[in-house]
């Protein structure tokens, strides 16, 4: 085990060299089949009804409303009772909207981090798992089951099922004094539960993503402490995985961007392989990401307006899982509740996205004899 670590991080680049080549030196490796087996749902956590980590999203969390509120806890509950060493962080703005006057609403952006013991602030580079948690003011009672409650469970049950893994993945590279310095070796994950995303009278570039244009404002700005790798939080987000509209059947996600292409293509990859293998439920008629054979110029520059765009504007690689068209008679209607989800295809994203994280940070050098 210790040396084939030893072998496949043994060649990297110079840190110089890194800051310009994030993506081109990520450790992307694809899971054995083995250990695709292995990445199960519990059935209980997506349960519409009770408990678990979706049940208490699928109510109105509307900025500024004791909606807003509940969710807050459960985020931050979740991470407290059961991942207690994951590094939370409020990033808190507030602002005025057309639908509330002079009022200051408040938006609060949880950020959940593990990375490598050995990283000094500003060392780590971070897979960023991204999903909104507020939910649209109009209609009167909305839910968003899609829109972003199923996709923020998601990134809840990706957490709790990588801890384990990351934490013995560090604790071997310590037995090996493996101490980081390269970009491989310093990979952590960050969950961005983002506020405030929805509009509230009509979508503007001021009446909308309230939270990810503060969050990003204010990474590019924070400093790092002196010589750390990367200057500000900003650029220390290898890339921003944004999911939305996620959990009815039959959704087709496009690969909106050429740059992370190749990650889409991991992703489809990892899709293609747990449906042969019998490791989905559900039985759509074409992949959720049928795209990976996308030629170079079909790659339009229209994207969907969405969380990333403040990010990808200052110049973040983005992954952007959104179906197209969107959930046809559910988008920003009173369907889009729990009833209308469909719990094989929620129950299969978070297969998909756990073992896409899983090969991100390159897990089969836990597994060396396979
Ligand atoms: C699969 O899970 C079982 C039970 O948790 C564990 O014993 C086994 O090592 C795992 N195998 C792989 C390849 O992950
Ligand atoms: C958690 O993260 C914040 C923001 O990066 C940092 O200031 C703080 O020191 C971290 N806390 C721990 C316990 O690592
Ligand atoms: C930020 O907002 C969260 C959620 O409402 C709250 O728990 C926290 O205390 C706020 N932090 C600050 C510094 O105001
Ligand atoms: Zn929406």
Not at 96 to 107: D, M, R
Not at 211 to 229: H, K, Q, V, Y
Not at 354 to 365: I, P, Q, R, Y
Request: net charge negative; charged share 15%.
């Amino acid at each position: 085990m210790p040396r084939q670590l030893a072998a496949s991080w043994g060649h990297v680049l110079s840190l110089l060299a890194l800051q310009f080549l994030v993506v081109a030196v990520t450790a992307y490796g694809a899971l054995s089949d083995d250990v695709l087996r292995n990445i199960t749902v519990n059935e209980a956590d997506f349960d519409i009804h009770n408990g678990g980590l979706l049940a208490p999203l699928l109510i109105p969390r509307v900025p500024g409303t004791p909606g807003q509120a509940k969710a807050q806890e459960h985020l931050a509950s979740f991470f407290r009772t059961q991942l207690p060493k994951w590094n939370i962080t409020w990033q808190n703005s507030t602002a005025t909207t057309p639908a509330t006057g002079t009022k200051q609403v408040p938006f609060a952006n949880l950020i959940a981090r593990k990375e490598p013991p050995w990283t000094k602030p500003g060392q780590a580079n971070y897979l960023t798992l991204v999903a909104h948690y507020d939910s649209k003011m109009k209609p009167d009672g909305f839910i968003g089951a899609t829109d972003s409650a199923v996709p923020c469970a998601i990134l809840l049950h990706v957490a709790r099922f990588i801890d384990e893994y990351m934490t013995r993945m560090h604790d071997e590279m310590i037995a090996l004094g493996e101490l980081g310095g390269t970009v491989p070796m310093d990979m952590g994950v960050q969950i961005l539960l983002l506020d405030g995303e929805e509009a509230f009278v009509a979508w503007t570039a001021t009446d909308s993503l309230y939270g990810a244009r503060s969050l990003a404002a204010e990474w590019e700005t924070s400093m790092n402490p002196a010589m750390s790798i990367y200057k500000t939080p900003l650029e220390q987000i290898s890339m921003f995985v944004l999911l939305d509209l996620l959990g009815t059947a039959g959704p087709t996600v496009p690969s909106y961007f050429q740059t992370t292409h190749w990650a889409y293509q991991g992703m489809a990859s990892v899709e293609k392989r747990m449906r042969n293998l019998g490791l989905l439920e559900s039985t759509p008629a074409q992949s959720f990401l049928p795209e990976a054979d996308k030629g170079p110029n079909l790659f339009g520059s229209a994207g969907v307006q969405d969380d990333h765009i403040p990010f990808i504007t200052r110049g973040v690689p983005t992954l952007h899982l959104i179906p197209s068209p969107f959930p046809v008679g559910i988008w920003h209607t009173m369907n889009d509740d729990g009833a209308h989800l469909d719990p094989a295809t929620v129950r299969d994203w978070a297969k998909i996205v756990t073992a896409f994280t899983m090969e991100w940070l390159d897990m089969m050098e836990l597994f060396p004899e396979q």
